[in-house]
């Protein structure tokens, strides 16, 4: 268990729709960072939150939205859902904002139908 | 652009022998290197943290290289068991001081008793 929780574990939806994903970090960890798993593309590095403010960005689609709250759970909106969202999507915790350890959650698979 | 290459192809070894498993990369200049290990549905754990001024990491029956000149990463597992199977992921950050990896697509080893 790494300490890092994730809600939901499973979401089915259909095209179009809108969803968010909830994340827990470890407790002490003030960086939060989201990745997208599929089977085509690997791992994928979302976005990354650091105490609050975003920190770094990566290749996340416009329709793709996120935030960390002041105590420190972050959420991932992914919204006009299309069938290629489908994935696994993970949230990540670390102490600092870079060169360490990344704590990973268990991952939400959303299933977009 | 940046990429980063693993090897695709599962790696089957016998119980007890060492695996070596491999991380090119190009056009990129990492920070940091990581390897994680990923089971089946399941979010990635990480192994080891390497930098860039480091020549070689161990940890218990885990040891990574990193050559910054030849681009490569090495990691070995010794005495390797049933239990090592996995797919292990090789992630590289950089010195933008954010936390954000980017990752290989994996390589599945698979040890047999």
């Known amino acids: 268990d790494s300490g890092v929780t994730q809600t939901p574990k499973h979401l089915i939806t259909a095209t179009g729709q809108r969803v968010t994903l909830r994340c827990s970090p470890r407790s002490g960890d003030l960086s939060v960072y989201w990745y997208q798993q599929s089977l085509d593309q690997g791992l994928q590095f979302l976005i990354q939150y650091y105490n609050g403010e975003e920190r770094a960005k990566g290749n996340i689609l416009e329709r793709f939205s996120a935030q960390q709250f002041p105590d420190l759970h972050s959420e991932l909106n992914l919204s006009s859902l299309e069938l290629g969202d489908s994935a696994l999507y993970f949230c990540?915790?670390?102490?600092?904002?870079?060169?360490?350890?990344?704590?990973f959650g268990p991952g939400t698979r959303l299933t977009v139908t | 652009s940046q990429k980063i290459e693993q090897n695709s192809e599962a790696l089957n070894i016998q119980e007890g022998k060492t695996a070596t498993l491999t991380c090119n990369y190009t056009?990129?200049?990492?920070?940091?290197l990581q390897w994680y290990r990923q089971d089946p549905g399941r979010g990635p754990v990480f192994l080891l943290l390497i930098r860039e001024n480091e020549k070689e990491k161990r940890k218990e029956r885990l040891k990574v290289t990193f050559d910054t000149t030849l681009k490569q990463s090495l990691f070995h597992i010794t005495a390797s068991q049933p239990a090592d199977s996995a797919t292990y992921l090789c992630?590289?950050?950089?010195?933008?001081?954010?936390?954000?990896?980017?990752f290989g697509q994996g390589t599945t080893l698979q040890v047999k008793p």
């Open positions: 990540a915790s670390s102490v600092a904002t870079s060169g360490t350890e990344q704590y």
């Open positions: 056009n990129y200049s990492p920070a940091y």
């Open positions: 992630a590289l950050e950089g010195s933008s001081n954010t936390g954000k990896l980017i």
